[in-house]
């Protein structure tokens, strides 16, 4: 264990990591299975559908559901919806962009992943910023190296999407993850370099930038959980559960 400023971060030995990588890797594979559903007229609620029945298939536990009173597997956050959205009758139509998250539980550890799809042909605005907040997940996970600090991380995904002229989120942040789902430390996607924890090998992050195309501030609706973005611009959101080793960093959820 690493204490840093009010912290206390729970490293994972090789095995452990292994361990959580099988849960990655079920959750990864949710995720290639429900994006190739992703077509104009599927409602979200279907999406949410498949994505339990292929973690159930596979021995593993949705970890969202009943995650703090979340009722869905999955998270279907459209078009200007950052975050959280829940899956609903809403039909997708061509043109919309829609970002799925979603976690799993298996023998002990969890796996979080996300990414953001069109929803057939998509203007080059969308395109623009999907390929900006993919790229900027890659450009942190780059970061996430034995040695470095914590907030290169950050530092490395806001620089990038604002030289992009997009926004970054500051009320959402990625999380350490292993044992629980949410743990330490906070990884936010924005902030200045060299601050915060030394990296070091054994440490297990979900990094997940979410990207908006105006404004970064965000709103809650009455459901209590979708976040939108406050001027109703389209926001994508890409997240990897990484393992910081004596060799390289790995993102577990990639398949
Ligand atoms: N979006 C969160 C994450 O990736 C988890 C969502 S929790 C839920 O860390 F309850 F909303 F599902
Ligand atoms: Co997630
Ligand atoms: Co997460």
Not at 22 to 32: K, N
Not at 199 to 208: N, S
Not at 211 to 237: K, M, P, Q, R
Request: charged fraction near 20%; include cysteine; hydrophobic fraction near 40%.
């Amino acid at each position: 264990m690493v204490f840093g400023l009010n912290q206390l971060i729970v490293l994972k030995s090789r095995d452990e990591i292994k361990r959580m990588a099988e849960a990655c890797r079920i959750v990864a594979e949710a995720l290639d299975g429900v994006k190739k559903i992703i077509a104009p007229g599927i409602t979200t609620v279907e999406l949410d559908k498949f994505v339990e029945s292929f973690i159930i298939s596979k021995g593993a536990t949705p970890a969202f559901k009943g995650y703090r009173g979340y009722p869905a597997s999955l998270c279907t956050s459209v078009n200007e919806q950052v975050v959280h959205g829940i899956p609903s009758i809403r039909k997708l139509k061509q043109g919309d962009i829609i970002s799925l998250d979603l976690g799993v539980y298996y023998r002990g550890f969890y796996g979080d992943t996300a990414a953001t799809f069109p929803v057939g042909e998509i203007n080059r605005t969308a395109k623009s910023l999907l390929a900006v907040a993919e790229e900027a997940l890659y450009k942190g996970i780059e970061c996430a190296e034995a040695g470095r600090r914590l907030s290169d991380i950050s530092f490395a995904i806001q620089s990038y999407v604002e030289e992009n002229r997009f926004s970054v989120v500051r009320n959402f942040v990625g999380h350490g993850i292993g044992r629980e789902l949410h743990e330490e430390p906070q990884v936010p996607n924005f902030g200045g370099p060299g601050e915060g924890p030394v990296l070091v090998p054994g440490m297990t992050l979900a990094i997940e930038p979410m990207i908006n195309e105006g404004t970064w501030e965000v709103v809650i609706l009455d459901d209590g959980w979708t976040a939108v973005t406050g001027d109703g611009s389209l926001s994508a959101h890409f997240e990897h559960t990484v393992a910081v080793m004596e060799d390289g960093t790995y993102a577990l959820t990639k398949l």
